[in-house]
């Protein structure tokens, strides 16, 4: 797919975005100054982004999701607890994204126009389902999207805490990841003592149908 002229011009234009984004925010100024940064005329920005800066959200966000996943490689992932797993990928993902973070800051603000919460959502979404799949989730049941909601909720909330810290080693942002994930962890267990609960109930109700409807 790089090799499609659309995608190589994208590429270039994302990369000088950035820093003027960061500058004037996730606008048309910014996406002019890109191109015009990179010497793409304006048929050519135009066949790599026929809506200008809000093409750039999915490329943005498709660049900070391909090197988390490349970061992984070097992790010895099965020697770590489920939730350090999930904390690493959230974690690798802003340090992916640390160079860029006022641009992030920026995409986030954009993002919150109410007509543009479908691309938040989606945006989020995928990268929660391909942190769960690089760590090897295979559920095709209700967990499938449970494991997603909740995550992409993670997600959102760390990066909120992520852009008002300003330390240089984003302790507080970590520390804040490890209590969201730990909330995460609990209410599974809460949910795996629910279960058998659940099925209890559902075998009851059966029984007592039986006793009113027969088979």
């Known amino acids: 797919m790089a090799d499609i002229p659309s995608a190589r011009f994208r590429a270039r234009i ?8 960061a500058r004037l925010g996730w606008t048309a100024a910014a996406f002019k100054a ?3 940064e990179v010497q793409l005329s304006e048929g050519e920005a135009a066949l790599a982004c026929p809506h200008g800066a809000a093409d750039l959200f999915d490329a943005f966000a ?3 999701d391909e090197a988390m996943l490349a970061a992984l490689d070097d992790l010895d992932l099965p020697a770590m607890r489920y939730s350090q797993r999930v904390k690493a990928c959230v974690q690798l993902r802003l340090e992916a994204q640390a160079p860029y973070k006022d641009a992030a800051r920026a995409m986030t603000r954009a993002l919150t ?10 945006l989020l979404w995928r990268t929660a389902d391909r ?7 295979t559920s095709t049941d209700e967990n499938f999207y449970s494991k997603r909601a909740i995550l992409s909720g993670v997600l ?3 990066y909120a805490r992520w852009f008002s810290d300003d330390t ?3 302790e507080a942002t970590w520390t804040f990841l490890d209590a969201r994930i730990a909330n995460v962890m ?3 267990k809460f949910k795996a003592r629910l279960k058998p609960i659940s099925e209890g109930v559902q075998t009851a109700v059966g029984v007592a149908a039986r006793f009113r409807y027969g088979r």
């Open 14 to 21: 994302l990369e000088a975005f950035t820093a003027h984004a």
């Open 34 to 36: 890109a191109c015009e």
């Open 62 to 64: 498709d660049r900070a």
């Open 113 to 122: 126009r109410p007509d543009r919460a479908p691309i938040a959502a989606r």
């Open 131 to 137: 942190i769960w799949r690089a760590l090897g989730d």
């Open 156 to 158: 959102a909330s760390t």
């Open 168 to 170: 240089a080693d984003h």
């Open 186 to 188: 609990q209410f599974e």
